[in-house]
């Protein structure tokens, strides 16, 4: 009994790390490897399928294998998936009424954002450049303080 129960936890964790990968790979990778996840994937799913039918194992126990297992193995994939995700450079322009220029422009000259602005009439437009997802979020909470309209856009970063 304990080997069965250990055999499901070891299958239900790599199926559940497989078809996260799988995911990832479908939407972000190339043909080739969203090819080999999902064949690797769908592979050892099908052992999963008769596994679950076969091992003496309650009907409870697996569930709450299966959840235990997606929550630790989906988080982990994604932990993994963040870490490893290059950095990119976004640019961030926002439009705000000119009563906020100086605001705005000191609260990014405090935290060291690179920006600049031009006037257009009634309104100023500030650009500003933000190296990691921290500084951009602090950008755009900065620009909501200032009832900034805001729209961003990201680059890669290539050496």
Same mark, same amino acid.
């Given at each position: 009994m304990k080997t069965a129960v250990l055999l499901f936890i070891v299958c239900t964790f790599? /199926?559940?790390? %497989?078809?996260?990968?799988? #995911?990832? *790979? !479908?939407i972000k990778g190339g043909k080739v490897n969203a090819a080999i996840w999902n064949a690797l994937a769908f592979g050892l799913y099908s052992y999963i399928v008769v596994?679950? $039918? &076969? $091992?003496?194992v309650s009907t409870v126990m697996k569930v709450v294998i299966t959840a235990a297992c997606n929550l630790v193995g989906v988080f982990g994939v994604k932990l993994v998936e963040e870490k490893?995700?290059?950095?990119? %450079?976004?640019?961030?322009? *926002? &439009?705000i009424q000119n009563e906020q220029v100086e605001k705005l422009h000191e609260l990014l000259t405090a935290a060291s954002i690179p920006n600049h602005y031009i006037t257009a009439g009634k309104h100023t437009v500030f650009s500003c450049f933000?190296? !990691?997802?921290?500084?951009?979020?602090?950008? %755009?909470? *900065?620009?909501? &303080?200032? /009832? $900034?309209? &805001?729209?961003? #856009?990201? !680059?890669v970063l290539t050496p």
């Open positions: 790599a /199926n559940v790390v %497989l078809s996260t990968v799988k #995911s990832v *790979m !479908t596994l679950t $039918a &076969t $091992a003496p490893m995700r290059k950095d990119h %450079l976004w640019k961030i322009e *926002m &439009t933000c190296d !990691t997802k921290e500084q951009t979020d602090l950008v %755009l909470n *900065m620009g909501k &303080t200032c /009832n $900034a309209k &805001t729209f961003a #856009s990201e !680059t």
